[in-house]
């Protein structure tokens, strides 16, 4: 038991090296071959700080604890808004962009919908059960290469020199040698965190939903609180938001698209009010976005944020 506890620990460690690793090399290899930096950022960058929650989602939906699975992409998506983007906005009040604000953020909410509606089979056709069946996964698929097609359609044209200047270019041997290592790590990495995730929800008489929703979903979103809080201190609101948006998206179209794609997903008991709360959690960024300073987070509203995630994590603890 002992081990499973600091395999555990240190399966976050590997997580987040392997994603770091995968996009360094798969980045290198990509300069190499005179890819452009918006491109890179846009897919290699994005899908690596994704990979945590892919990694654990794929290997929780193979053993059946789906209860983690969810939990761990709707604990990352409202620690990504309330806790993340409020230290982001309390270290620098975060400029947002008209086109985040009415297109890309309206996008997050809708996605937010969609999983409700897919999940809603009890409510909806009065089934016995609500699952994610792969046909839901494929749609959540294709909406996601929607959404890839206009993200690229709105880099065209853009460059970014000083970003392509920080892409560390390495020998092809070197490179191939840290995706491999990458994903070797992920994937143990991603193991262990679910075994342990499994072990302490048991041994604490918890559910494996509020282990997902807590320690999971915090370690794996561990990207995105490095590369917004780094982007805020260095007054970068395009990334530290854009991060953030982006990645909710990616998790529900992408991560949890493919999850249910490769072993449909049972909706665990409760979990309509987690998909709620990430919808009203989404939509509070939008009308705070468009009051106060109109298209900007204020150091106040950075704290609200903070605020809020603390009264969501006693909440979860009560429910237990």
Do not use: H
């Not at 395999?7 to 994603?19: H, M, P």
């Not at 529900?252 to 008991?269: D, E, K, R």
Request: aromatic letters at 12%.
């Amino acid at each position: 038991m002992i081990l499973t506890y600091f395999l555990f620990v240190i399966g976050f460690i590997l997580l987040i090296k392997g994603a770091d690793w995968l996009v360094d090399g798969a980045s290198s290899l990509a300069k190499k071959m005179k890819i452009s930096a918006i491109v890179i950022g846009l897919t290699i960058v994005a899908f690596g700080t994704s990979m945590p929650e892919f990694v654990v989602n794929i290997l929780a939906g193979i053993k059946g604890t789906a209860d983690i699975a969810l939990g761990n992409i709707l604990g990352s998506n409202i620690i990504n808004i309330l806790l993340i983007l409020g230290i982001s906005a309390v270290i620098y009040p975060l400029t947002v962009k008209k086109n985040t604000a009415w297109k890309e953020i309206p996008l997050a909410i809708l996605v937010v919908v969609v999983l409700w509606i897919m999940s809603s089979d009890v409510f909806i056709d009065n089934a016995r059960a609500s699952f994610l069946s792969r046909a839901d996964g494929l749609i959540m698929l294709l909406f996601f290469f929607i959404f890839l097609c206009y993200i690229f359609s709105i880099s065209i044209g853009q460059r970014e020199p000083e970003q392509e200047n920080k892409i560390k270019e390495y020998s092809g041997f070197i490179s191939w040698l840290m995706i491999f290592g990458g994903l070797v790590f992920l994937i143990f990495g991603g193991k262990w965190i679910v075994d342990g995730a499994v072990l302490i929800a048991k041994s604490l008489g918890v559910s494996e939903s509020l282990i997902g929703l807590t320690i999971v979903a915090i370690g794996t979103s561990l990207p995105e609180l490095a590369t917004s809080v780094t982007a805020a201190w260095k007054k970068n609101s395009d990334i530290a938001i854009g991060n953030i948006i982006g990645s909710n998206i990616f998790n529900i179209f992408w991560v949890l698209g493919f999850t249910a794609f490769i072993s449909p997903l049972p909706i665990p008991s409760g979990a309509s009010v987690d998909i709620f709360i990430t919808l009203v959690v989404t939509l509070v960024l939008f009308v705070f976005v468009l009051t106060g300073s109109k298209y900007k987070l204020s150091r106040k509203q950075g704290i609200t944020f903070i605020i809020l995630y603390i009264i969501y994590i006693i909440y979860l603890i009560k429910r237990g």
